[in-house]
């Protein structure tokens, strides 16, 4: 009997593995909105990377602007709708 809950168990987890690298195939949030550019009305974008005669703030020099795809997984072809955020380079 243990050894029967034993092996269910190892063949739903391997199911469960197989499941996720099918899901994980796609683009993740920030390639589906990798083609945006960042626009003139992104104005902390704007005001942080002119701070300090041009050579940006703290903010700038250390993090990486990204356009990030709200709704993924939808989204396969580029976003409609993204938004901006601030991340590790």
């Known amino acids: 009997n243990r050894y029967i809950k034993i092996q269910f168990a190892m063949t739903s987890?391997?199911?469960s593995e197989s499941d996720d690298e099918?899901?994980?195939q796609g683009p993740d949030i920030f390639e589906a909105a990798a083609?945006?550019?960042i626009k003139e009305?992104?104005?902390e974008y704007?005001?942080?990377k002119n701070m300090n005669d041009g050579?940006?703030?703290a903010v700038y020099r250390n993090l990486a602007y990204k356009a990030v795809c709200n709704c993924m997984p939808v989204c396969?072809?580029?976003c409609m709708n993204p938004y901006w955020?601030?991340?590790k380079k």
């Open 13 to 15: 987890d391997s199911e």
């Open 76 to 78: 396969k072809e580029g």
């Open 35 to 37: 083609d945006e550019e």
């Open 22 to 24: 099918e899901y994980n």
């Open 85 to 87: 955020m601030w991340t």
């Open 55 to 57: 050579a940006g703030d």
């Open 41 to 43: 009305d992104h104005w």
């Open 46 to 48: 704007h005001m942080r």
